[in-house]
């Protein structure tokens, strides 16, 4: 992992719950959106413009981290239910 080479100015926690949604909005004639829905809150993800090769590498980026955190999820799950037995 590297180091952030700005300060965090502000960070913003999502809670998931069993109405949380994430979906992806593909459209023909303008950038995706990839919308994360918490329950009140909503965060759409989407390029100004069309999607440059910056915005493509943080996709990439973004899945990536969706993978692990998923695997991390399903990990703790799965020992949860071993400890519960």
Do not use: N, W
């Not at 700005?6 to 979906?23: H, K």
């Not at 910056?54 to 695997?71: N, S, V």
């Amino acid at each position: 992992m590297t180091r952030r080479r700005t300060p965090r100015r502000s960070v913003i926690r999502l809670t998931t719950s069993q109405e949380a949604r994430a979906t992806c909005h593909p459209y023909p004639y303008r950038s995706p959106v990839l919308a994360l829905d918490c329950g009140a809150t909503t965060v759409l993800l989407t390029s100004d413009a069309a999607p440059t090769a910056a915005d493509l590498a943080f996709a990439q980026q973004f899945a990536a981290a969706a993978t692990r955190y998923a695997l991390a999820v399903e990990s703790r799950v799965h020992s949860t239910k071993e400890i519960a037995a």
